[in-house]
């Protein structure tokens, strides 16, 4: 058995790291609840958007435009989301492996995959795993900026126009609850109906100054605004990860902290029975 010393010593590294959880804990607590709220603020302008182009699909087009045309998939591309620090449970690596069982369905159709990272998780993952990782954004903080994820949008836009990928796929994890995060990979090139409520009566808009210029410059505001939702899903859910992580982690401490107590008191009972019965056989001794 451990002499109390050392026990003691374990215990107070224990509570100095219960210490830091619990304050990580509140940290990630009060992030999640302004990153759920930039959530909610940019949902709505998301379903309207989606509605527009949800009646541009289903109307009678003057213009086909090329993000709206499928092509025979020779190349794919997948656009990954992650967190650019760790502490966050299975967040990151639960979406990879979805990734990765893309990737492999992909690869038995001999079609291959190229990766774009937003966050240092993925990119790490990927490079260590050998994936062909063309691009990466890291550091775009806890508070997900357009003006920070336009070069990745420009990457992924660029290599669907000069037919360089035929499909792109946008991977992240979506928040629903503070519990609960749903990993998602949606396809994001070329565009599928985002309503998908079935056949309506062929119909289309009018167009200003013509469809050609309006539905290049909708369609891209389309895509964009697909990646931005997903960046700033994906940065509530690392702060509820986060909590919940630092929260086990806090308990889990707490349990460990018990234990030794437990043990520290059997110890130190034991220390005493012994120098008792020292004392009472040296007292016979004499």
Known sequence: MANTKEIRGKISSIQSTQKITRAM???????????????LASR???????????????????YTHPYLVARDVKKVAFLVISTDRGLCGGLNINLFKN????MRQFDQKAIPSVICTIGKRAETFFVHHKADVAASVTAIGDIPKVKDLVGIM????DAFDKLEVDEVYLCYNKFVSTLVQKPQIVRLLPVVD???EGARAAWDYIY??????LLDILLHRYVESLIYQAAVENAACEQAARMMAMRNASDNAEELISDLRLIYNKARQAAITKELAEIVAGAAAV
């Open 25 to 39: 804990e509140m940290v990630a607590a009060s992030k999640m609840r302004k990153s759920q709220h930039r959530v």
């Open 44 to 62: 709505p302008y998301l379903s309207r958007i989606q509605e527009v182009i949800s009646h541009l699909i289903k109307g009678k087009l003057e």
């Open 99 to 102: 990734v990765f069982g893309e």
């Open 154 to 157: 420009k990457v992924v836009t």
């Open 194 to 196: 985002p309503k998908n």
């Open 208 to 213: 200003e100054p013509d469809a050609a210029t």
